[in-house]
């Protein structure tokens, strides 16, 4: 049996459970998590949380949509048995008809989708740190390892335990050249979620400083489901000149190396930012962004 349940209706406690015993669990997942990036999240729920799938939704002139939101890099199945493709079919399936348009993405435990709906494919990044540091950095290339002895010449330092607030403004004084569209409320949603992680205990805030005590760069990770996922972060002029965020990224792995963990980047499409994470020796990971309308023809254009 599958129902779609409203926030107000779901157990938490199982599903959390679900996706704690997920074999593709993360933390986008989580009901708290969900709760700080869009707090009117539905919930996709098979049977007694047998398998489930958050979405959360909006209506703009009496439509009813579908969307992505910010720090949610997708949605999909998780499920703590073994779910097959027809499965994962008859879930999206099951999305009531009345959201006319669906702009959203998939983890990668989704192959099939609907007929009629757009595919695109995009990627995230990230290394296994299942083996020793000298092993990783074998993996580096050539140009990070020149950053790398720009940053020792600097005598640059790690600040741990960094204030994520402070993370969150320098990220939107450096994030306008970037063009990412974040509005006001969306630095609001950033400010919460990196809150609402620390207080959980699993969050890793570093800082990049000289000898001076100069901030150059500085960055936040999540911990969840053994993995280390980078949500933001920040490089000043001064930090890029002399390579910080190369340097904050080395010694994260290296204090993680030879751990049960796999390193997220958070992942990007943009060529010049996954160059970045790839010279880490950071792989590809594939997943399916949405895209449906089924808008009357007087409408689609709304949503071109």
């Known amino acids: 049996m599958i129902r779609i349940l409203t926030r107000k209706e779901i157990d938490i406690q199982l599903w959390d459970a679900c996706v704690e015993k997920s074999s593709n669990g993360q933390i986008f997942g989580y009901s708290w998590y969900l709760d700080s990036c869009c707090p009117d999240w539905k919930g996709i729920v098979k049977n007694n949380y047998e398998a489930i799938f958050p979405f959360s939704s909006k209506s703009k002139f009496g439509v009813n949509y579908i969307y992505q939101p910010f720090f949610t890099r997708h949605f999909g199945v998780y499920s703590s048995v073994q779910f097959t493709d027809e499965e994962h079919l008859e879930i999206l399936n099951s999305i009531p008809k009345k959201y006319l348009y669906w702009d959203f993405n998939l983890n990668k435990s989704h192959h099939v989708v609907p007929v009629g709906v757009q595919t695109e494919k995009k990627v995230y990044q990230e290394i296994d740190l299942h083996q020793e540091y000298s092993l990783i950095r074998k993996s580096y290339n050539e140009n990070l390892i020149r950053n790398l002895k720009k940053s020792e010449i600097g005598s640059l330092l790690i600040l741990k335990n960094f204030n994520p607030e402070s993370v969150v403004s320098q990220f939107k004084i450096h994030q306008k050249d970037k063009q990412l569209g974040f509005d006001e409320n969306d ?118």
């Open 187 to 304: 630095f609001k949603t950033l400010s919460l979620v990196a809150k609402n992680i620390t207080e959980r205990g699993q969050s890793i805030c570093w800082a990049v400083t000289n000898e001076t005590g100069e901030i150059l760069a500085g960055a936040f990770f999540i911990l969840s489901n053994n993995r280390i996922v980078y949500l933001k972060g920040f490089s000043s002029l001064a930090g890029k000149k002399c390579g910080a965020m190369h340097y904050l990224f080395d010694q994260l792995i290296s204090e993680n190396a030879n751990k049960n963990l796999t390193l997220d980047f958070g992942g990007s499409n943009v060529e010049t930012v996954a160059r970045f994470y790839k010279s880490f020796g950071a792989k590809d990971c594939l997943y399916l962004h949405l895209k449906s309308n089924r808008l009357p023809p007087i409408l689609k254009w709304l949503k071109r």
